[in-house]
């Protein structure tokens, strides 16, 4: 099929995930009915094709809620497995029928009179309006020194690890203590193989609380409603790793403590690699404390919230942790553990170079009020902390959607002033 040189749309959305799609509906609503989303892959891909086989939602099924469409199982206390949520966008994008084209790159974005070239591996487009929906999770995250492991190890990043079975034999060290990594060393200790875990940065979360899960208490005390400019330091917590626990099996703790006593290693910081292991920081105590002090915090104020509302619930005793760690170790040695594999889960890193506006930090991301850049025309969604603490979950890209959509609208159906228009 052959196109003309350029194609015109009122708005272009680039990514097809969650965020995109909400956008596309909330266009829709609005008789926004020219706007085109660019998927480079197919709908849910990064459901469909990044995640392990046993991933399922930290947050319980009744925070689903894309706008239009609400969680529509019959299990909101439960959370959705890999393939639900999957088939969860899929009846949302039979809802919706955004004018979608999978498979479309775009390869770049830059300034036309009438708005933006927008550069696809289908045709070139012109746009009014331009929001970039792809996240911020581009590149994986692999620190320097890897070529210094000897090639008998087997490495990967936590986005292609699937299973246990697909990892060689011996031990495995997992790096980075962030959902994911949390997730995946358990995923490993529950079918038995002796995991190495060298801890980061994350916090950790309670499941239940008193009769509740935490999710629902924090969404009673509007905490996911909190603006990213009521917080202290906004640039901290845009970086800052999510608070670590699971959904699966019904949702519980994740307390690396008890699995240090069931026998998997817990160690401090990577500081540094050699052909021989790593070298550690000795900091595997300061790191337990600081996500137990998160735990206890979310308790404190969820206690706190009770007491305030006069809410009937059970009391549950004070947390005590369960292990302590006797020394820190400085180094892990491969051949010392037996270590067959190292699984790297220490993040991503966001790549926006193909936006060529001049709207990003000493860091490459971008500046924005609300999702609204500088450059007239041109939004973000979908991003960690865009407005509040909900605007990166299924919870909360909804409002951030309605606002972009708000926006776009009054942008369109604005008419030129008089000077513009060529009235005298």
Known sequence: MSFPEHRRTDVAIIGGGQAGLSVSYCLKQRGIHDHVIFERHRIGHSWRSERWDSFCLVTPNFQCRLPGHPYDGDDPEGFMVKDEIVAYIERYVAKVKPPIHEGVSVQSIEAHEDGFLVTTSECTWIAAQVVMAIGGFHK??????????????????????????????????????????????????????????????????????????VVAWLEDMRYYDTPISAHPDPAMVRDSTNHYLTGRDGGREIDLRRFALEGMGLYGYVD???????????????????????????RKRIDEYIAAQGIDAPEEPVYEPCWQPEEEPQRLDFSTKDVGAIIWSIGFRSDFSFVKFPIFDERGYPRYDRGVTEVPGLYF????????????????????????????????????????????
Do not use: M
């Open 140 to 213: 994986p995250i692999v620190p320097p020194g890897t070529e210094n492991i000897p090639d008998s190890i087997f490495q990967i990043h936590s986005v292609a690890y699937r299973n246990p079975e697909q990892i060689p034999a011996g031990d495995i060290v997992v790096v980075g203590s962030g959902q994911s990594g949390c997730q995946i060393a358990e995923d490993l200790h529950l079918a038995g193989r002796k995991v190495h875990l060298c801890l980061g940065n994350a916090p950790r979360s309670p499941r239940q609380y008193r009769g509740k899960d």
């Open 272 to 298: 540094g690699i050699d052909e021989a292991g790593f070298s550690l920081r000795p900091n595997l105590k300061e790191r337990l404390d600081a996500a137990d002090k998160s735990y206890v915090g979310i």
């Open 381 to 424: 969604i979908g991003l960690p902390w865009l407005h509040t603490w909900g605007s990166g979950r299924f919870a909360g890209v909804g409002p951030d959607a309605e606002h972009l959509a708000d926006q776009i609208h009054q942008s369109l159906t604005r008419k030129p002033s008089p000077e513009l228009a060529g009235i005298v």
